[in-house]
């Protein structure tokens, strides 16, 4: 599940999500983006606001390419 789609069913702004997990506007957009990864507590405090599982993140699944 991407994170936008998990926010936009919660009827969430990026801004009202960034403020909830007490981080900065760009921070949590460029999580959203998949540009950053999030730390831990981070990670679980949207999942949490958001009420998904971190496991089902797509901007979070291994990325790494088979040899």
């Given at each position: 599940?991407?994170l936008v789609d998990a926010?936009?069913?919660?009827?969430?702004?990026?801004?009202?999500?960034?403020?909830?997990?007490?981080?900065?506007?760009?921070?949590?957009?460029?999580?959203?983006?998949?540009?950053?990864?999030?730390?831990v507590t981070i990670a679980?405090?949207?999942?949490?606001?958001?009420?998904?599982?971190?496991?089902?993140?797509?901007?979070?699944?291994?990325?790494?390419?088979?040899?």
């Amino acid at each position: 599940m991407k994170l936008v789609d998990a926010r936009k069913q919660k009827q969430l702004s990026q801004e009202k999500i960034s403020r909830i997990i007490n981080v900065s506007l760009k921070h949590y957009q460029n999580i959203e983006y998949g540009m950053t990864i999030p730390t831990v507590t981070i990670a679980l405090h949207i999942c949490e606001v958001l009420g998904i599982d971190p496991r089902e993140v797509d901007e979070w699944k291994d990325r790494r390419q088979p040899f």
